[in-house]
Structure formats: C-alpha cells, structure tokens
C-alpha cells in the first residue's frame, strides 16, 4: 500500500500542520521556473501564522535577484512551475536571519530511504507532484530588520549590515538539496507509527547519502546496519568535492551537518553563519559540484564566488545564524 506523509524540513525547527490559503497581492514570476508570492504583514504565512511585515519594494527585489541566480545556475527542467511563499516573523532574541522549508514524502513503511524535497521532486527531477501550499517557503526574522542591506550594488564601506540578498540565495538552497536528516544521537531521522498502522523507517536526504567518514564509508550505510553513523565533531566529507559537513562538537539543532563547513570553503554559500558586510551572492565551484553529485543539472562554467569579503576579522562575533 502506498503511504504518503508529509514532513517540514526547517533551518531552524521542524513543523507540521496544514496551510491556509493566503490572500497577498505582491506576486513576481522568474522564467517558468519560480513563482512568487510576498506574503505582507496579516497575511497567512507559514502555515498557521501571520507574516508580520510588509515587503518594501527593495527586499522584493533582493528576493528577486536570489531566486534568478539559482535560476541561473540549474539547467534542470522542472516539470510545472515552483511556487515560493516569502514571508517575516518575529524572532527577537534570536540570532537566526532566515530559515527555510519544502516539504518531503515517503512512501515506505520500514527500512531506510532517501527522501526528496517538493523543489528537488519538481526541479530536478520533473515531476509534476502538487504540493498542498508553496513548494518553498522563505519565512525571514523581523528581529534583524534594521541590521540589513537591500541594495544590489556591493558596498565597500563597513556598514555592519547583513546582505538580504545572500541570506535568500542561502535559504533557497536548503530547499534544493542542502539538507540533511542526521541527528544530534550520531543517526538519522526514524518516523514510527503505532498498530494497527505499524511502521518504522529511517530517512536521510540526497545529500546525507554522499557523506563520509575518513575512512571513507557511507555514513548512511553505517546508521542503516544499526550503528553509529557518526560522532559530533568528526570530519564528514561530502563526494569527492573536497567540501565537509559543517559538525560541530556541540550539537546546534537547525545548523549541525546541513551546511557546509568553512574550513573546507571559505566562501561557501551554504556555510552556517553569515558575517555584516559580507556577500555570498552565488555557489562556490565546489558547491556547484555538490549540486551535480545531488543529481542536478548544472550551468557548465561555474559563476564566480566570493564576490566580496570586507571586514570579517573585526565582526567575527556578530555573525548571525541562517
Ligand atoms: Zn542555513
């Protein structure tokens, strides 16, 4: 019998529940690819809460450019158009910028399997499955507002602002595969249910299924046959891309094992924490290696990385979380 279930994948949390419908008027398409919609402060967010401001055209078109750039870097075709609901809430006291969703599927009711995001299964992969709500969800902290820099033009002065436009380009690559199932008990994810629908099944992402330990065994495999997969703080590398897994010695729930380490790329896209003044617009070569290895069908000459890098030494410690 085929089961279905659907579950959140979040930078920060994970979540359940049903999506209203929403009645923002703020909408842009990119290609055939995306379709937006820029949920204003009242209207139904992420699912059963209220986005808590306005878009002002300057965070729209930061939004604008981020998705066109991950347009611009997969050659996949997508089998319908994606849709993309971008939306605030208030974080305070919370060093997150942004976080990020597409839900994923399963139709197994034990034993392992890798699972696929809505934007992976539609994008890469071409199907024509339909979503319940938006195939993505952007949902960005109104805490952090008056800390960030809209502009498309690079400022080469130390303005100490976080750049809107790095944090959506990190965020939709959570949603396209930068994602990881792994838990804090060194395993992955197990979904039970109890009798008469008994069932228990581990589940891990594209991109768990290509990390590997130094001796360079699948940490999927491992977990699989019922051991440890892994131990906080050990070096997991991922394919042959040269990247590793960000895994901290300390369990940080929402940022462990789903982004890249910067030790293994400096101006990573996906790396745990962005700095003020600094942008990281686009994926590094090794990122867009990642992508080809994760199944997507990439632009042949790799973007150019790193398109800035001002002032990290002296703002170390006001790195954010996204
Ligand atoms: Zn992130």
């Not at 986005?51 to 991950?70: C, E, K, P, Y």
């Not at 990642?290 to 069908?297: D, I, K, T, V």
Request: charged share 15%; glycine share 8%.
């Amino acid at each position: 019998m085929k089961r279905s279930f659907w579950i959140g994948i979040i930078c920060a949390a994970c979540c359940l529940g049903n999506i209203p419908s929403s009645s923002a008027v703020q909408t842009a398409s990119i290609g055939s690819t995306f379709s937006c919609t820029f949920l204003d402060s009242g209207d139904q967010g992420f699912f059963d809460s209220s986005s808590t401001h306005t878009w002002d055209q300057g965070q729209i078109d930061a939004a604008i450019r981020a998705l066109s750039t991950w347009d611009s870097l997969i050659n996949s075709t997508p089998g319908r158009t994606l849709t993309v609901g971008l939306t605030w809430y208030d974080g305070a006291n919370s060093s997150t910028l942004a976080s990020a969703y597409s839900p994923y599927f399963y139709y197994k009711s034990n034993g392992p399997q890798q699972v696929s995001t809505l934007a992976e299964s539609v994008w890469r992969d071409g199907s024509t499955r339909a979503g319940t709500g938006y195939d993505i969800y952007i949902q960005c902290n109104t805490a952090h507002l008056s800390s960030l820099y809209y502009e498309d033009a690079l400022s080469p002065e130390h303005t100490g602002k976080y750049d809107f436009q790095s944090i959506l380009t990190h965020e939709v690559g959570h949603t396209v595969g930068f994602l990881s199932l792994a838990t804090q008990t060194g395993s992955f994810q197990v979904q039970a249910g109890n009798t008469p629908a008994a069932y228990s099944t581990m589940l891990y992402t594209r991109y768990d299924s290509l990390l590997t330990n130094q001796e360079g065994q699948s940490i999927v495999n491992k977990a699989g046959n019922g051991n440890t997969a892994f131990t906080l703080g050990e070096t997991l590398s991922l394919d042959d891309t040269g990247l590793t897994a960000y895994n901290p010695p300390t369990w940080q729930q929402g940022s462990s094992m789903a982004h890249i380490d910067s030790a293994s790329d400096p101006d990573a896209l996906m790396q745990y924490s962005l700095s003020p003044d600094t942008y990281h617009r686009t994926l590094t070569e090794g990122e867009m290696e990642l992508m080809r290895s994760m199944g997507w069908n990439m632009v042949p000459e790799p973007c150019t990385s790193a398109l800035a890098l001002l002032g990290l030494a002296a703002l170390t410690l006001r790195r954010r979380r996204f």
